[in-house]
């Protein structure tokens, strides 16, 4: 068996939701390893959300937010651009990758470019490999679930 990359995407409900249900609509087809988080803005996806989705494993992300300038909750997306810049860094500095994290901008409207946006995340990610961090979240479990057969937690 292959390894397939896990991907989440973060998308906010206004454009990059509904242009993945758009997609989903008009039946084209992404890759089935990505997850779509529905989020009420980019700007509510907090840096942990996204720091514990890789301590947990997931080999890449991608943050789906309305087009600069069109964000519903005004300035959301930029904050998200900020973090997500700003953890991208983290990433690059700690031997992750900071290509596991990439932000779009885009509109409701917008299906085909979303299509594109998760299909070019899963390509990159691929190339990457898994997540360096993936070892120690299965190691983590592991010793989880051993504690709870123990009765500890």
């Known amino acids: 068996m292959t390894w397939e990359p896990e991907i989440i995407a973060f998308c906010c409900n206004y454009c990059a939701y509904a242009a993945a249900d758009l997609a989903g609509s008009k039946r084209m087809q992404y890759p089935t390893n990505v997850r779509i988080i529905h989020a009420p803005c980019t700007g509510k996806i907090e840096m942990e959300h996204i720091l514990d989705a890789f301590l947990k494993g997931i080999d890449g992300i991608l943050v789906a937010g309305c087009l600069e300038g069109g964000c519903h909750f005004i300035e959301g997306n930029l904050r998200a651009r ?5 953890i991208r860094a983290i990433l690059a500095e700690v031997g992750v990758g900071e290509d596991r994290l990439r932000m779009v901008n885009l509109s409701a409207a917008m299906a085909p470019t979303f299509v594109e946006s ?20 299965a190691a983590g479990q592991d010793s989880s679930r051993h504690a709870e057969s123990e009765g500890r937690s």
């Open 82 to 86: 900020k973090r997500t810049d700003h």
């Open 118 to 137: 998760v299909q070019q995340m899963v390509d990159t990610v691929r190339a990457l490999g898994p997540s360096p961090l993936r070892e120690g979240a």
